[in-house]
Every structure is written in C-alpha cells, then in structure tokens.
C-alpha cells in the first residue's frame, strides 16, 4: 500500500490530504477543525488526525509526507532581490530560513501529533515547488489527458507569483515563472488593503463591490500593472511593499493572521489615503471596478500568450487568482480556451493535493490518473450523531426515514420561503458551501438577498449569493453554459431572468454559478429538482452555513448556527426541526 499524506503547514489556509494507491481519500482544511479561525496557519494536526483515524491507518502506515514549499526553488531571483535590497533582502532571507527550519522539524512533530513510538515512523518526505503543486492540484485531478495548458497565479510561493505549463499523460512541463516582487496577487491584495478590506481573505468583497463602482481610476491601474507585448506581467515600480522581512504567518490574540500594509505612500498620492474599514464610498466602488477590470485584463493577457505556448482548448488553474470567478468567466469568454478545470480548492490549501499526486506520478512514477469529480472529502458524521445534536436544541423536529419523503419537505418549506439550514454527508473541500453544508433560499423572493445578509450572515449588503443550478438548466437562465461544480465562474444571467432571480442577480446581473449534476451530488439534486416542481425555476439561493466563521464542520455546529441566527429551518441529515413563527 502506498499511503501519501500532502500537508500545506506553517501558512495560511493549513490544510492535509491522503491518497491511497492514487486515490484521493479526504481532504480537510484545520479551519474547518481545530479553534476554527478563518484561513488559520496553525499546524493541521486535527485534519491529519482525523484522515487517519477515518480511513483506519497510524502515522506508521504513512509511505510519504508531501509538502508544497521548496525552498531551494528559484534562488537566483531570491539572490537578486537581496542584491538590490539589502537590508529587506536579508530579513525576508532569514524568514525564509526560520520557515526552512519548521518544514523539516515539523517531520518530527507527526509521530508526537499522532502518539506513536517515533522509531516506527518511515515516510519519506518530499518537497514540491509551491505554484507546481497548484497546477498539479488542477491538472492530475482533472479528466484532461491529452496537452493542456497549465496556469498558477496568486500572491507569490517559494519566490514566485506565477506558472504557466504544459500538462500531457502524467507530466507538467514548466513553461515560465514570474518571480517576485511582480505579482497579480499583491496587486489585487494591495488595493483591497486600500479599500479598507484589510484582514487576510477579503479579496472577494473587492469582486462583489466593483459592480457597484466606474473605471475611473483606469490610468492609474496601468501604471500599476504593466502588460508587456513579449512578457507577462509587471508592477509598477515603488507603488507596492512586500517581502519586507518579519513573520507572515504571525497572528493576533485572536489567532487571525496578521497583514502587513502592502501598498506605499506613492499609491496614496495616486489613490488618496486609505479608507477607514468598512467605511464604503463611491470612490472605494471606483477604486475596486478599476482594479478587477485590470486584473481581468490581465488574466486576459497571460492565457492568449499562454495559449499560443499551448495550442489547446483545455487548460487547468489554481492558486489564489484563480477564485477570481469574473475573470474566471471572461477566459472562456475572451480566449481560445473552452474547457476549464479548476481545482475545488484553488487557494493554498488545495496545494497539500498537489503535492500528494506529484509524488505519486513524478517520485514514484504511477501512471494511474485520478479524476476528482466531486468536492465532498471532509467529515461526515453519524445519525446518532445528528439526532443527539437535534434533541439538545430544544426545538421540536421529525425525523423522516424516506429520503424521497425529506426532499418533498424541504422543498416546499423553501418554496414557502423559509431560509433553510441544509447540512447533509461529507464536508466540502474548499472554500464554496456546494450543497452539503449550506443555507438555501428561494432565489425568486425580492427580499431575500437583505433578509439573509442581515439577519443570518450580517454582513456587508453588496455581497451577493449564488445560484446553484440544474445542469442541463444552466443554459436557459445563463448567458454561457458552463460546467461550474465547485462555484468557480461569475457569469451573466440572462436578461429576462434578473427580475425573476432578484435574490442571486448581482447589481451586474451576474451570478456566482455552480452546476448541479445527479452523479456528483444526488441528494442536492433531487433537492432543486424537487423545488423546480413548485416554482418552476430550476435553482436555488446558496450560501455557506456560517456566521463570520468557517463553515460549520459538526452537526452541533450547524444547530448552533441555526438557533442564534434567524434562520427558520434546518435539516440535520434526515431531522427536520422548524422555529415557530
């Protein structure tokens, strides 16, 4: 048997995977486990914890450790950094080595993590480049085999910021690399920063405000990000800060990660000062439309040159660009590439799968593919584990053996209009809430997009839900039909469908999609399918089920959210419990 155990550790979005003889077997972020802290770096010593427990195998069982941090990659731009920047150079260097240092004593950590007598752990540990895990991640999960383009872009990893491959068979030839300090990630992170969105994580509501904004700043961002004819991308120099030494991954009393200011004084002499936090103008809504309209311009420019390297209709991305949905859209829209797969868990966590299936396929040479099709790799828990988290709610609730019989009632009660806590088999991997451990809603009630941000998720009003739709149904509600199962594409919804979809039409009259199919989540499927009977649309409000924390992993988590929001309903597995009006 071989057993790889991928680890992201000692960074943001900690997280742990096992594959058995090349099959993914789970796949959990410590968010969702552990003290539950949002994109925490602690050590994922519960996800490995429970991934062994869960599939009956010790540490001792382990043949490799795989890690996606390689710190001897790209030393001669690390050297050339220092040269130019000495004295940052040299205590960003020496974070470097302090990391260094942690990925190799933190080997000796697993046998005390897991109570087991050292001198029976064997393993063998093997390092991956950070963005080749990413693409790795993408390309050796997806159902692609034949060439296909490969594409990695976030903040940076092991001294880079991007990668683009080839992919074909088993292996992923490196085309290029961007090396710091350009960086489409601290770009987009840096005027977040400015905004006012200044806690890790919070790129997203940058995409969710720019609707509501105009370009105005458009010449400024092209300073800011320079798109050469014979390269791929720059950032304009003495605008933006980073690798200024110090830890990255330190946290506050509150076990949040610490952010650094990632943008100079000569970007506010530009942009103006920076925003109090959640003090939202119009100049913020214009500052935010301007830097995603240049990020998609971008995004837009790396994969025509990309294709030009790799003539095909198929390409794979990860790393933490790749959430960008907008920009996910406008690819199969504006480039010759028509079939996309992106990893479930595109951010740093997905990369602990990445290095997992590197070592299968590169250091131990199998030729045996794995297709992920579904994102449903984390805990599930028991019915006499659901049903003593119901009883203890104090809420009156009925049990209904028949599935058939328990789709039929939640269907109506969210026809009826009742918010919905849907918590049902195995946790999501990743950041989307993709019909397991969700909060459902009729997406054609007006008022529901304001009743759930404030009463349940009491968050900023801009942000909008997402549609999760019947796949052969995506094609009459949207503008393109995408395959989108793990939630990765903002598309247009067509324009005879935005008064009829008030609560998941963005103020754009786009939709976050995800495409719902029968083999990948049945349950979820006969659900819409079953609510499609009473409304005639086929599609349902999603959103994560949480209350500005990680998504509920327990059922006692998910009836604790249920009783201190304003939700109405929950189904816990097959028990239904409903507060009284």
């Known amino acids: 048997m071989t057993a790889i155990l991928g680890l992201n550790a000692f960074h943001a979005d900690s997280a742990a995977c096992l594959v058995i003889d090349g099959k993914l077997v ?125 594409l990695s872009y976030d903040a940076s990893g092991d001294f880079a910021s991007a990668m683009m491959a080839k992919c074909e068979g088993t292996q992923i030839e490196v085309l290029d690399r961007v090396t710091l300090p350009h960086s489409l990630g601290f770009f987009y992170t840096a005027l977040c920063q400015l905004i006012g969105f200044d806690q890790f994580g919070e790129e997203y509501k940058v995409m969710g405000l720019a609707p509501y904004g105009e370009d105005k700043y458009g010449d400024v961002m092209k300073k800011l990000v320079t798109l050469p004819e014979n390269g791929w991308f720059g950032l304009g120099s003495g605008y933006f800060g980073m690798h200024e030494g110090g830890e990255s991954g330190g946290v506050d009393e509150h076990g949040h990660l610490v952010m650094g200011r990632m943008y100079s004084d000569k970007l506010i002499k530009d942009l103006g000062d920076p925003a109090k936090r959640n003090d939202v103008t119009q100049r913020e809504m214009d500052i935010a439309r301007s830097t995603q309209v240049r990020f998609e311009e971008a995004a837009i420019h790396c994969l025509k040159r990309l294709h030009k390297l790799v003539p095909s209709t198929n390409f794979v991305m990860a790393g933490g660009c790749a959430l960008n949905g907008v920009a996910n859209a406008r690819i199969l829209r504006d480039t010759p590439f028509e079939t996309p797969y992106l990893h479930a868990a595109a951010s740093d966590d997905g990369t602990c799968v990445g290095a997992a299936y590197s070592v299968w396929h590169n250091t131990l040479g199998k030729t045996e593919r794995f297709h992920m099709e579904h994102a449903f790799w984390g805990p599930e828990y028991s019915d006499g584990r659901h049903r003593s988290a119901v009883e203890q709610a104090g809420v009156n609730f009925r049990k209904y053996e028949d599935n058939a019989e328990l789709i039929e009632v939640v269907a109506q009660l969210i026809a009826d209009g009742n918010v919905t806590g849907w918590y049902q ?120 089920f949480n209350e500005n924390e990680p998504v509920v992993d327990t059922p006692e988590q998910a009836v604790d959210c249920f009783l201190r929001t304003d939700m109405d309903v929950l189904c816990v597995g097959h028990y239904v419990m409903q507060k009284e009006a």
Not at 90 to 108: D, I, N, P, Q, Y
Not at 453 to 481: G, M
């Open 26 to 150: 789970g796949a959990v972020a410590e968010e969702r486990l552990g003290t539950r802290v949002k994109h925490t770096s602690e050590f994922p010593a519960e996800a490995i914890r429970w991934l062994l427990k869960d599939n009956g195998l010790k540490l001792s069982d382990v043949t490799h450790v795989a890690i996606p941090r390689d710190t001897s990659a790209n030393r001669l731009a690390k050297a050339g950094w220092i040269a130019r920047h000495p004295i940052r150079g040299v205590a960003a260097a020496l974070e470097h080595l302090t990391r260094s240092k942690k990925t190799t004593s933190m080997m000796e950590q697993l046998a005390q993590i897991c109570d087991e007598d050292p001198a029976r752990v064997a393993f063998e540990t093997v390092t991956v480049e950070h963005h080749f895990a990413h693409i790795a991640s993408s390309y050796y999960t997806s159902p692609f085999d034949g060439m296909t383009a490969g």
């Open 425 to 544: 088999g195995r946790s999501e991997w990743g950041p989307r809430a993709l019909g397991q451990r969700s909060i459902l809603a009729n997406p054609a009630i007006p008022s529901m997009k304001e009743t759930i941000n404030l009463k349940i998720k009491r968050r900023e009003s801009f942000r909008p839900f997402a549609p999760s739709v019947l796949k052969e149904d995506v094609a009459t509600y949207f503008e393109q039909d995408i395959y989108s199962p793990f939630m990765m594409h903002v598309a247009k919804i067509k324009p005879e469908w935005r008064e009829k979809l008030p609560a998941v039409t963005h103020v754009d009259g786009t939709g976050r999609l995800q495409s719902v199919d029968p083999e990948s989540n049945p349950v979820y499927y006969q659900l819409i399918s079953a609510l499609k009977k009473r409304t005639g649309i086929g599609m349902v409000l999603n959103t994560s």
